[in-house]
């Protein structure tokens, strides 16, 4: 075999775990980094705001160690950025994390070294203990949070939801509408007629022709105009307005009403 045509596999491994070192190098260092930004961040407010630690203080605690929060979400981000966990809308969200980290951890370094080397502090190094170090944390959190919510997965998921929701919000309409109707109140009015007859007229003792006269005197299925004939049957039924219906229904109310009562007072004998 020619020895030119031979694959060098050796170099390539070598240089593929020289790579890979230096990968896990650099993201040691990056730690590194991290942490001694946030052992400056802690010394900052130690010396600034005179809290202490000592005694276990939990309350001291935290609030020194809230700053550490910003390295948190910094490293936290870094890693789905490395891992391929962050798409689409995510990528810029995530760098804006990595760069407000950035500009915090500078701003924590100076001011820092600034406070150690005694003298007068300089008034920048005031203006962010004051305002920017106490918020720093919540800048940070507010962009991660972002991040998050930039996930495809969870804007899908908001869509479907909404999607749900309209459905539900258009069912509960109809449902509203079909229980206001003037055709289920005739219904309603309809199988009343049908089932009172009976109960009513046993309490009264009518006999069982009575009842039944009084059950075919039930008006007509969805007879909204009121003209005795059911608006199926109705080759074109006039349309009639709402207030047709209501008023056609309550007189036609009355009057069966008052049919029943003529019938139920109707001598028997001659």
């Given amino acids: 075999m020619n020895n030119d045509s031979e694959f060098n596999l050796s170099g390539e491994a070598t240089r593929g775990t020289v790579g890979t070192a230096a990968a896990w ?33 939990i309350f001291n605690i935290v609030r020194v ?11 936290v ?14 990528k810029p969200a995530a760098m804006a994390v990595e760069a407000v980290w ?26 962010w203990v004051t305002y920017g170090l106490p918020v720093s944390a919540l800048v940070m959190g507010a962009l991660f949070y972002l991040t998050l919510r930039l996930d495809p997965d969870a804007t899908r998921a908001d ?24 055709q289920m109140r005739a219904v309603i009015r309809q199988a009343e007629w049908q089932r009172l007859p009976a109960v009513v007229g046993r309490q009264m ?8 006269a009084l059950v075919r005197q039930a008006p007509q299925l969805l007879d909204l105009n009121n003209d005795g004939v059911p608006d199926i049957h109705e080759a074109a039924p006039r349309r009639v307005t709402l207030q047709e219906m209501q008023s056609n229904l309550e007189a036609a109310g009355h009057g069966a009403n008052g049919n029943g009562a003529n019938f139920t007072q109707r001598p028997t004998g001659r």
């Fill in 205 to 212: 003792n009518l006999t069982d022709g009575q009842i039944a």
């Fill in 102 to 127: 950035f500009i915090f951890a500078a701003v924590n370094l100076v001011s820092s070294f600034a406070v150690e080397a005694g003298g007068a502090v300089p008034q920048f190094v005031t203006t």
């Fill in 25 to 57: 190098l650099g993201w040691l260092l990056l730690f590194a980094l991290a942490v001694t930004t946030a052992v400056h961040a802690v010394a900052l407010v130690q010396a600034t705001t005179h809290l202490t630690t000592a005694g276990g203080n």
């Fill in 159 to 182: 869509d479907e939801a909404e999607t749900l929701e309209m459905f539900a919000r258009v069912k509960h309409a109809a449902r509203q509408e079909v229980l206001a109707s003037p």
């Fill in 65 to 75: 160690g809230g700053v550490v929060l910003v390295e948190l979400f910094a490293v």
């Fill in 77 to 90: 981000t870094a890693v789905l950025l490395a891992t391929h966990r962050l798409r689409a809308r995510q």
